[in-house]
């Protein structure tokens, strides 16, 4: 198909994932932001998605500065782990820190999305007044702010569980867990 050929294409969303994690498995970027994933859900009836993709709406162009931001997040957290059950630990820090952000700015590109397309914004000016400063949520947000809140955050929780989860790691591979 040629460019040119392109008559319309479709804008798909789904509902929010309530979690980003479960025990040792995490998603990051599209596949958590997008809302289908680690518990399936249901539709949002705005538009219909027949495949297994992951989508939100493309109306603040900020899924990959998202996944990018995610990825950061992982490496702080899992930059924190010495155990196997850290990394359970890191996984659940990183959805409190991350899902909040990511879904508001998913409810946010739809929200754009729809007063791009709302019928009673008349011209330019208008537009750009009811857009208002909203990228500034995505582009100057305190992303190294999150970093030290997860840090203390997951250093909190992991003090919360000494004594719990005794793990002994041994040298060359030997540790029980
Ligand atoms: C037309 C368009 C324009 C966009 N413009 C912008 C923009 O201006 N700014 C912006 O920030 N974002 C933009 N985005 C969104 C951005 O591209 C995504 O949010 C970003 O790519 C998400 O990154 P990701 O790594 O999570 O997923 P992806 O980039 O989708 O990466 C997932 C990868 O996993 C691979 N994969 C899938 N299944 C399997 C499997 N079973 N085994 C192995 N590999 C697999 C896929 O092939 C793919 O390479 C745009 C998206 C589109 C479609």
């Known amino acids: ?3 040119h050929q392109i008559q319309a294409f479709a804008v798909q969303d789904q509902p929010h994932a309530p979690t980003f994690a479960k025990s040792r498995v995490c998603l990051m970027g599209d596949a958590a932001h997008a809302g ?5 859900t249901s539709h949002v009836p705005i538009s219909s998605n027949n495949n297994n993709n992951p989508t939100a709406t493309p109306w603040l162009g900020a899924g990959a500065g998202q996944a990018l931001e995610d990825a950061l997040m992982l490496t702080t957290v899992l930059g924190e782990t010495s155990t ?3 990394i359970t630990t890191a996984f659940r820090t990183f959805d409190s820190s991350r899902r909040p952000r990511t879904q508001k700015l998913v409810d946010l590109s739809r929200e754009t999305g729809e007063t791009f397309r709302r ?6 000016e208008e537009l ?3 857009l208002g400063s909203r990228w500034d949520q995505v582009w100057l947000h305190d992303v190294e702010g999150d970093q030290k809140k997860a840090l203390e955050l997951m250093r909190s ?7 719990r989860h005794s793990v002994v790691v041994r ?7």
């Open 84 to 86: 196997p059950h850290d």
């Open 128 to 130: 750009r007044e009811k």
């Open 36 to 40: 289908r994933s680690i518990a399936r």
């Open 119 to 124: 019928a009673d914004v008349n011209g330019i």
């Open 157 to 163: 929780m992991r003090g919360g569980q000494k004594g």
């Open 171 to 177: 040298p060359h591979g030997q540790g029980s867990y």
């Open 1 to 3: 198909m040629k460019p």
